[in-house]
């Protein structure tokens, strides 16, 4: 598909937006030791975030259908600048870090959905995959980003220097996509006569599958991005790097991975498009689980063998939100979408707030007191249940190659 100019700068704000996401997982090495946390309260605090960003997404999503997707997206994006803000210049123990990154998290929750309610209106389904496949790589892209800004912040000014750098983002990404959006239409759907949310979503059997799969695909990916980060530290703390070299390094090969993620969002939309999306779930869904019960064996091996498997992970689990997107977009009629993304991401992100806290605590139970595990494998097998369980989501989806091989034939 041709990427207009309107899609590249929406995917450059939410690169920006997103920029602030990662950061404390960065820190959070650090974090345990200075704010003195034990894996269970660290992992609250990603909780908070997550549960945050959950109820802000069933908000903003709901609101979206009633005011437009376009006005919620400009509200949804100047609270997070504002918020991001307030965590970079106040966030400093364990009860401001948790209140100001879930005050955050509920910021950014309309800078999502609505963007890809408003490729819905903008792409036909044929180009729509490769579509929402950018705009989740973008937000991998600042993932990335705000790992790259927070190893070299830390380094140079601690874990304030990092929350204050990481914080420009959403400042300038909230410009980016004023600019962007000038001459969008606020479009809103007018519900069909007769239908309600039941008949539309709750019993529409094909978007219920997607809705529970996107779940189980967020408790894994969500679990893993969180700690992904104070593993790797782990990697190379094994190695005998010191403490913060390891939190450093570890940081940079965690943006690594979601570089990876970058690609599959990026081209498994696309993928899909051609292939149709029940083989591109399954695919992706399968091999994310399988690294899942892998990965976290992992602490003592070779730091090369640490990076094949996580960069497969890293694209695995991210590979299959365009496509989990874009196929609820295509079995949802649009009056209805934005409630739709709205369970799916009160049930999804839900899922995914509880995934750090689940993982910390697991942590805590299999290993000896103190901030520095040694047995990470049994967290991330409990997140590899979630990839198993999106796969068989993927597996009971009707075929639809077909019918997008319809959708791309010329007409005659």
């Known amino acids: 598909m041709s990427r207009d100019g309107w899609l590249l700068a929406v995917c450059i704000a939410r690169t920006c937006m997103t920029s602030v996401f990662m950061t404390y997982a960065a820190v959070l090495p650090v974090l345990r030791t200075q704010w003195e ?15 945050g960003y959950a109820v802000a997404l069933v908000a903003f999503s709901a609101l979206a259908d009633r005011v437009g997707a376009r006005r919620v997206f400009l509200g949804s994006a100047w609270l997070s600048a504002v918020t991001a803000i307030a ?26 959905t609505t963007a890809i309610m408003l490729i819905a209106d903008r792409y036909p389904p044929e180009r729509r995959g490769a579509a929402v496949g950018w705009l989740i790589a973008s937000s991998s892209a600042g993932y990335a980003l705000s790992l790259l800004l927070s190893a070299p912040s830390l380094a140079w ?33 007018p519900p069909r006569a007769g239908v309600r949310f039941g008949g539309a979503v709750l019993r529409n059997r094909p978007a219920m599958r997607l809705i529970l799969g996107y779940t189980f695909h967020s408790w894994e990916l969500l679990g893993m991005w969180a700690w992904t980060p104070a593993f790797v530290a782990a990697v190379f703390a094994a190695t005998g ?16 991975f979601h570089l990876t993620g970058l690609v599959a969002s990026s081209s498994m939309g696309r993928l899909s498009d051609r292939l149709g999306r029940k083989v591109v779930l399954f695919g992706l869904a399968a091999t994310s689980a399988a690294c899942s019960l892998v990965f976290g064996w992992l602490v003592t091996a070779p730091i090369a063998v640490v990076f094949v498997v996580g960069a497969l ?29 709205a369970l799916r991401s009160f049930l999804g992100f839900g899922a995914g707030a509880v995934a750090p806290i689940v993982f910390g605590r697991i942590l805590d139970l299999t290993n000896a007191p103190g901030p520095s595990p040694t047995t990470w494998g049994w967290a991330f ?18 075929s639809d190659r077909l019918r997008v091989v319809r959708a791309k034939a010329p007409s005659v």
């Open 381 to 398: 097998v409990a997140l590899g249940g979630g990839g198993l369980l999106a796969a068989y989501c993927a597996w009971g989806l009707a």
């Open 87 to 112: 965590f970079g210049l106040w966030a400093r123990s364990y009860a401001t870090g948790l209140v100001l990154y879930g005050l955050m998290a509920l910021s950014q929750g309309g800078t999502y």
């Open 37 to 51: 946390m034990s894996a269970t309260a660290a992992g609250s605090i990603s909780t908070g975030f997550q549960l």
């Open 241 to 256: 790097a010191g403490a913060i070299r390891a939190v450093e390094l570890a940081a940079y090969l965690s943006a690594a």
């Open 313 to 341: 992970y890293g694209f695995a689990a991210l590979g299959d939100s365009p496509v989990l997107s874009t196929a609820l977009t295509e079995a949802v009629s649009a009056p209805y979408l934005g409630a739709a993304l």
């Open 157 to 189: 000014g601690g874990y304030e220097t990092a929350f204050l750098v990481s914080a420009c983002g959403p400042v300038v990404g909230v410009v980016v996509l004023w600019f962007a959006l000038r001459s969008t239409p606020n479009i809103v759907h």
